[in-house]
């Protein structure tokens, strides 16, 4: 979803093409040959063959650096990056574990699973809420710092995470979603 975000904030044309995760078409040969790591997504563009979602946005970045979606400040862009790897790496997992817990029948669910995520979530807002200080997105801008968390905030919602407690985390998350490239995030929550 958030190479999509990517695409549709800069207003390029692009193919979406559906690999069924469910039956493992990622670790098919076809598949393995175009990304070893079995993985979406998967941006190929004449002469580039780009995997890693991170790495596929920033791959656009500097293709098609208009609008910029990341700033031009060496001390500023390592400081963006560092909000998207406090994404990948600590705040992606837990809404992930909760959304699959989430589709596991009621009886099934581990209580304590749930709230250790969700306790892990919460120690992670307060650094969110203080990142946004007097400012709309992460770095003042919007920029792939906060596409990057969007569709995690989206999920969210989804597996009854509040934000009400984070009053300027639950205002970025509604600013996100107002923008038209979320349409993306929704695609990818609903199919």
Request: with cysteine.
């Amino acid at each position: 979803m958030r190479t999509r975000i990517v695409l549709k904030e800069k207003d390029l044309d692009f193919d979406r093409i559906l690999v069924d995760l469910p039956s493992k078409e990622q670790k098919e040969p076809w598949f393995l040959a175009i990304n070893p790591y079995g993985k979406v997504p998967v941006l190929v563009e004449e002469g580039a063959w780009v995997y890693e979602s991170a790495i596929c946005d920033e791959y656009l970045e500097d293709k098609y650096p208009t609008p910029a979606l990341s700033p031009s400040e060496p001390s500023a862009k390592a400081a963006m990056r560092l909000l998207i790897e406090m994404c990948d790496s600590q705040f992606v997992p837990p809404v992930i574990r909760l959304l699959y817990t989430s589709r596991k029948p009621k009886a099934e669910q581990d209580p304590e699973r749930i709230a250790h995520n969700k306790d892990r979530l919460s120690e992670l807002f307060p650094e969110l809420e203080e990142q946004l200080q007097d400012q709309d997105y992460l770095m003042g801008e919007y920029s792939l710092a906060d596409l990057t968390f969007t569709p995690f905030l989206g999920l969210c919602e989804k597996v009854s995470v509040d934000l009400s407690p984070f009053p300027k985390v639950a205002a970025w998350a509604e600013r996100l979603k107002n923008r038209p490239s979320y349409e993306e995030v929704r695609i990818g929550l609903t199919g």
